[in-house]
């Protein structure tokens, strides 16, 4: 079964300091890992995909199948970071279904 | 905005009564999802459909129906509506094609089942 774990419900973080968003997934196979982020009174939206190495908004995420895990990181946090983070994943072939993480709501604190 | 809304946007229902929520898009994307957004849950799948006709459970799929005839809609059926059914509903839409696209997500059905 795939599963996505994020292990903080809750994170806050000074403007101007590094962010971690922690993802853990299970998938028995080759998964596609996404980030999707919802801004308050606004829709869940794509952040990032691993496929795609890009960098939104100054996140980063890495894929590390080894410790089967895609954190989001962004070195220095602004104020507008504040929303409701959800890391996602979906196989990388049809017929797939698309599975959330509980979320983790991240506050900056000016 | 892609096209992607849902209907109601909230409705009040009572407890045993059947509810049935609408989702249509105008992308015509194969794959369409039902989840269930509640606090320390985050979002938990219903059901979804990778064409028409062509529907499977998600984790919560218990109490719930879906029902897929055309390309451009997905309906969520509660069959005898509970309290615990007293969700905010969030249908997606997604699209696969060497790799998946964005998941665009519809507004949000607030359901309140007294």
């Not at chain 1, 990032?48 to 995420?61: D, M, N, P, Q, V």
């Not at chain 1, 017929?95 to 604190?109: H, S, W, Y």
């Not at chain 2, 994307?29 to 062509?54: A, E, F, N, T």
């Not at chain 2, 969030?90 to 007294?114: H, M, P």
Request: hydrophobic letters at 30%; proline letters at 4%; glycine letters at 8%.
């Amino acid at each position: 079964a795939q599963r996505v774990t994020q292990p903080e419900k809750l994170l806050s973080v000074f403007k101007g300091a590094p962010v971690e968003l922690k993802c853990n997934y299970s998938y028995s196979g080759s998964p596609e890992l996404f980030w999707y982020v919802q801004y308050s009174r606004q829709r869940l939206q794509l952040l990032l995909r691993h496929i795609s190495r890009e960098s939104i908004k100054g996140f980063t995420a890495d894929l590390n199948k080894g410790e089967t895990s895609f954190h989001l990181k962004k070195p220095f946090a602004q104020e507008e970071d504040s929303a409701m983070y959800y890391c996602a994943l979906s196989g990388n072939f049809g017929n797939e279904k698309l599975t959330f993480g509980t979320g983790t709501r991240l506050t900056i604190i000016p | 905005d892609a096209g992607i809304t849902q209907s109601p946007r909230h409705k009040v229902t009572e407890t045993g009564t059947p509810v049935t929520l609408r989702c249509h898009q105008t992308e015509n994307h194969r794959y369409m999802y039902w989840y269930r957004q509640d606090p320390g849950h985050g979002l938990r799948l219903i059901h979804y459909s990778y064409g028409v006709k062509d529907t499977d459970k998600g984790e919560v799929s218990d109490g719930y129906s879906v029902s897929r005839s055309k390309t451009e809609d997905f309906l969520l059926t509660l069959e005898s509506a509970t309290s615990s059914q007293t969700s905010v509903y969030f249908c997606a839409i997604s699209d696969y094609d060497r790799g998946w696209t964005e998941a665009f997500f519809g507004q949000g059905t607030r359901l309140t089942v007294v």
